[in-house]
């Protein structure tokens, strides 16, 4: 397809501008549009809908990050570099999708992010992933979006971008022909997860985000852990969830697509599933 037919696309992630998930992304997306990445520069997983704008408290490991608002200046610097796939932003996620949503020219038609390495599941995880949280962010700021993300649990070997494949083909094609359907006048954003790499796929599933939810504390030796149960019930693959929900369609085996409104309310209409067994 000729680029100059496709979409204008944003790509980020919360893995770091140099993980294999948003290579794959890029070489597959860059297919069908134009792609712009803009991502931090080192591993921000977990970090939610976190800002660079408004910390006031110098980090030593990111004194660029320091800001003024004392001295009224509602500004906040992001610093960025130069990177052979796009822009390396010492930032969030969201630092990154507001970015690229308000500065480039042209603006983005969509934005994409991931793909994350490792599974975005259920309600609790929205306000809690960078993957997610920037494409939240897009759709608060009025551009449809992506989230796109792959179950690794188990995989003990180092990734490559090979491996994100079938996350990339799915990217491409819901960030190419989704716009033009109508669907993003439905909903908001997707939240997309694919099964490992090495499950055989079994088409996808249209889902809701699981509402089992279970972490654990304790306090060991004087010090504090935390255990996410979840995680360790999934990598079981024996984790109670209901049929029509997003963790129950990884673990069978199907890409489980989440259409959502901003913040975290869930779409599911006969109108949102006709359109993406077209596009899918």
Not at 26 to 40: C, F, H, M, N, R
Not at 119 to 125: K, Q
Not at 201 to 219: H, I, K, N, Q, W
């Amino acid at each position: 397809m000729d680029q100059d037919d496709g979409p204008e696309i944003l790509l980020t992630n919360d893995d770091g501008i140099d993980a294999p998930g948003i290579r794959a992304l890029y070489d597959a997306l860059s297919e069908v549009g134009s792609v712009t990445v803009i991502a931090p520069d080192r591993n921000q997983s977990a970090v939610g809908r976190s800002l660079s704008y408004g910390r006031t408290a110098t980090d030593a490991d990111d004194p660029e990050l320091t800001t003024s608002m004392a001295d009224g200046l509602f500004t906040s610097p992001v610093p960025h570099a130069d990177h052979e796939l796009g822009y390396a932003v010492r930032g969030t996620p969201c630092d990154c999708a507001i970015v690229g949503v308000n500065a480039l020219d042209p603006e983005p038609d969509i934005v994409v992010s991931g793909c994350n390495k490792g599974a975005n599941l259920g309600a609790y995880v929205f306000s809690r992933s960078g993957t997610v949280s920037a494409a939240m962010e897009a759709a608060f700021l009025g551009t449809p979006s992506i989230a796109i993300s792959m179950d690794t649990l188990g995989i003990e070997r180092d990734l490559e971008p090979a491996d994100f494949e079938r996350a990339g083909e799915i990217a491409a094609k819901l960030a190419s022909g989704a716009p033009g359907t109508g669907l993003f006048d439905r909903v908001d954003y997707l939240n997309v997860n694919v099964p490992r790499p090495d499950v055989a796929s079994d088409g996808f599933a249209l889902t809701r985000p699981t509402e089992v939810y279970e972490m654990d504390a304790t306090v060991e030796d004087g010090g504090f852990q935390l255990t996410n149960r979840l995680w360790q019930q999934m990598a079981n693959r024996d984790i109670p969830d209901p049929d029509d929900t997003d963790r129950h369609a990884v673990l069978e085996g199907e890409v489980s697509i989440s259409p959502m409104r901003v913040p975290y309310d869930i779409v599911e209409t006969p109108e949102v599933r006709t359109i993406l067994e077209k596009l899918l």
